[in-house]
């Protein structure tokens, strides 16, 4: 069973950081494509920010300069460093899983909540 696990979500103030991990277990994510997507209330999802398997990033411009992501694939796990938060990064933050080759097999994690309020 393929799992996608978001961790490392919660309250800041603005200006302040946090770092999003996405752990994976049943795929290995070396294969996959990996992005972190956001969804705020009454909005549709948006990509934030991709990591393809060989290493190429891809940003919002809403969040270039300010996000990282970063991928770890001996720990099955990718990160999103979230430096200089603003209140509109609030939102709950998902992993996606697209496999480089077959398209089909891509997976979500469940979201965890960034929240970031004065």
């Known amino acids: 069973q393929v799992q996608l696990v978001e961790s490392g979500g919660g309250l800041v103030q603005p200006g302040g950081s946090l770092r999003l991990s996405c752990a994976a277990s049943?795929?290995?994510?070396?294969?996959?494509?990996m992005d972190w997507f956001r969804q705020a209330p009454g909005e549709q999802r948006r990509l934030v920010a991709t990591i393809t398997s060989a290493g190429s990033t891809n940003y919002g411009y809403f969040v270039e300069g300010r996000f990282t992501i970063s991928r770890d694939d001996a720990q099955n796990t990718v990160y999103l460093q979230m430096n200089s938060l603003k209140l509109e990064d609030t939102a709950v933050y998902f992993c996606h899983a697209n496999h480089r080759i077959f398209s089909d097999r891509e997976y979500w994690g469940q979201g965890t909540q960034v929240t970031v309020s004065s």
């Open positions: 049943g795929i290995g994510l070396r294969h996959y494509t």
